[in-house]
């Protein structure tokens, strides 16, 4: 009997002293780079800031267009676009380690510099669209606005009295200027350190190298073009050498022939709008909206907004006037809208293609 206690004893010991090495035979826990989880955690940081943004944007753009519309009120400037309050450090710090997706990366700066310049100027905004629309200038007896002033020197057969009238709206037009320049201050204050203006560029598509080409380019091939044909026009609708030009003559001088924009009042201009509009993307389809109706609380600025969600529609707004200045502006409008629903880089390309169409006599003279 006390040998099997014995052997027992052995054993059970044997047993309970053969556990530790079960344990250590364990894999060690694994050991985790912090930048590795640091980037993950930035990532989702970046992703969630990115989708905030995005539906703050169709919410600003929705409103945007209800006022456009019906003239209801707008949020002002200084709300914060959905942008959180540290996203400058959140986006410094993703930059250095190289986390998310660079393009939302820039997306998001390119919203925090927007945001700052709307915030600086918002006041001054304010103030701008008041002094081109309300502050008013005496003349024969009628208070008239800044926003008025190109029509009455376009209308105005007399030089003596075009003059006139400019002189009368310089108080008001020096005003403006003023306020102007406060906003390109603030601006620049805003910009101060912030994206680049080829970055900006650089996010839609568009090499500020390329643009100064084509805008050389341009110049060199019309300056040898300006001088006679200036002249001409000059001399035939004016009656004046051009080198007795002013500012203020230039409203009349560029007035198309009233026969011209007799041709397009403002519900045939609506019509071609159609027309156009449905042989390329109907106006009311799951890719593009235009609003092409005529109402009194309708602003009379067309109004383009892209599609921020996926299946979402471009929207354009238009209010047709009449003349073929109107015309022209809202084909071009059309154009980038059709080029919007392509994507962002070709709202550019759509825009050029349509305003051809102003000069097309084919078109033009067309049904």
């Given at each position: ?202 996010a839609r598509g568009l090499n500020p ?17 300006l001088p006679p044909a200036l002249a ?66 309708k602003h009379p600025l067309p109004l ?64």
């Open positions: 009997m006390s040998l099997r206690r014995s052997v027992f004893g052995v054993l059970l010991c044997g047993c309970v002293t053969a556990a530790p090495p079960q344990a250590q035979d364990q894999a060690p826990a694994p050991v985790v780079d912090p930048q590795v989880a640091e980037r993950a955690a930035l990532e989702r940081a970046l992703d969630e800031a990115h989708g905030a943004w995005q539906r703050s944007e169709q919410q600003r753009d929705d409103a945007l267009w209800a006022h456009w519309l019906t003239g209801a009120p707008l949020p002002t400037g200084k709300a914060d676009g959905g942008l959180r309050g540290d996203l400058g450090a959140l986006l410094r710090r993703a930059q250095a380690l190289d986390a998310g997706v660079p393009e939302r990366r820039q997306a998001l700066a390119l919203a925090q510099a927007d945001r700052a310049r709307a915030v600086a100027v918002d006041d001054v905004e304010a103030e701008l669209t008041f002094s081109v629309t309300a502050l008013t200038f005496a003349w024969n007896g009628k208070e008239l606005t800044l926003k008025d002033l190109p029509r009455q020197l376009a209308s105005e057969p007399s030089a003596l009295k075009r003059r006139a009238l400019w002189t009368a709206s310089q108080p008001a037009a020096e005003h403006t200027r003023l306020v102007l320049a406060r906003r390109r201050a603030l601006e620049r204050e805003a910009a101060d350190g912030g994206v680049s203006w080829g970055a900006w560029l650089g190298a390329e643009l100064v080409g084509l805008a050389e380019g341009l110049l060199a091939a019309t300056d040898p073009l001409r026009l000059s001399a035939h609708e004016l009656k004046l050498p051009a080198d007795k030009l002013s500012r203020a003559d230039w409203p009349r001088l560029l007035k198309p022939p009233q026969a011209f924009d007799d041709a397009f009042p403002a519900g045939e201009i609506a019509r071609r709008l159609r027309v156009l509009c449905n042989g390329l993307v109907p106006c009311e389809s799951s890719r593009l909206t235009v609003d092409l109706t005529d109402v009194a609380p383009l907004l892209p599609a921020r969600e996926r299946g979402a529609p471009v929207r354009l707004s238009v209010k047709p006037h009449g003349g073929t200045l109107d015309l022209a502006m809202l084909t071009t409008e059309l154009g980038a809208a059709w080029g919007l629903t392509a994507g962002a880089r070709q709202a550019g390309a759509g825009a050029g293609l349509f305003a051809t169409l102003g000069h097309t006599a084919g078109w033009l003279e067309g049904p």
